[in-house]
């Protein structure tokens, strides 16, 4: 079994600045990782994910994640954000061994300020 | 090529009614997954299926809820007897294969509220 948390429900940053959002997980096998991001009234979309090889994986829309073994963390980042990155990003784990249903975090809401 | 489509994407219930929600997955994806995005939670696994199979319905409450996946035609959550607990985002996606690397397609969701 596996497990995901957002260590911080709200992040309120300016535009132009950078955002780091957090990802831990906890696994007993080793994982595949996703970012997805979800606007207003919509569904998810795939930001990113990481199955395999390098440890820094570039996404959609200017976000990065950096996956690191030792600390469990897969956390997302962007240099300069836009108002338009206003959204819900949820970090989501799931198991190489077989298990097919992705565990999700709780979501972090990130609020962009002009 | 269309996405994943759900409607009604906004569903408002008396308590005690029934409720029902469609998905037609991408054209091509076989593999249907029902969510439920409760506020300010993530979502929650609750059923996997294949055209006319349940997969893994672990995330489902025992009563109540049912779900299928038929032959032709869109796959249908059913919610008999809501109630004011029920009321939630509920998401579908759909993928061509399963394999854990694979990502989800998501559709826009249908939104219930129970009065």
């Known amino acids: 079994a596996q497990s995901v948390t957002q260590l911080d429900s709200q992040v309120p940053v300016f535009e132009e600045a950078p955002v780091e959002l957090r990802c831990n997980y906890s696994?007993?096998?080793?994982?595949?990782l996703f970012w997805y991001v979800q606007y207003p009234n919509q569904g998810l979309q795939l930001l990113l994910k990481y199955l395999s090889g390098s440890t820094l994986v570039k996404g959609i829309n200017g976000f990065e994640a950096e996956f690191n073994k030792s600390q469990t963390s897969f956390h997302l980042r962007k240099p300069s954000v836009h108002i338009s990155d206003t959204a819900e990003y949820f970090c989501?784990?799931?198991?190489?061994?077989?298990?097919?249903?992705?565990?999700f975090g709780r979501g972090t809401s990130l609020i962009v300020h002009p | 090529n269309a996405g994943v489509m759900q409607n009604p994407r906004h569903l408002v219930r008396r308590r005690g009614q029934e409720a029902r929600l469609r998905c037609s997955p991408m054209?091509?994806?076989?593999?249907v997954y029902w969510y439920r995005q409760l506020p300010e939670e993530g979502l929650k696994f609750m059923v996997y299926l294949q055209k006319e199979n349940i997969i893994d319905e672990s995330g489902m409450p025992k009563e109540r809820f049912s779900a299928e996946f038929p032959k032709e035609g869109p796959s249908i959550l059913r919610i008999q007897q809501v109630v004011r607990g029920d009321s939630a985002a509920y998401f579908c996606?759909?993928?061509?294969?399963?394999?854990?690397?694979?990502?989800?397609?998501f559709g826009p969701g249908t939104r219930l509220t129970v009065l």
């Open positions: 696994s007993s096998v080793s994982v595949y």
């Open positions: 054209k091509g994806h076989s593999h």
């Open positions: 989501a784990v799931s198991d190489r061994g077989g298990s097919y249903i992705p565990t």
């Open positions: 996606a759909s993928s061509p294969a399963t394999s854990p690397s694979n990502e989800q397609f």
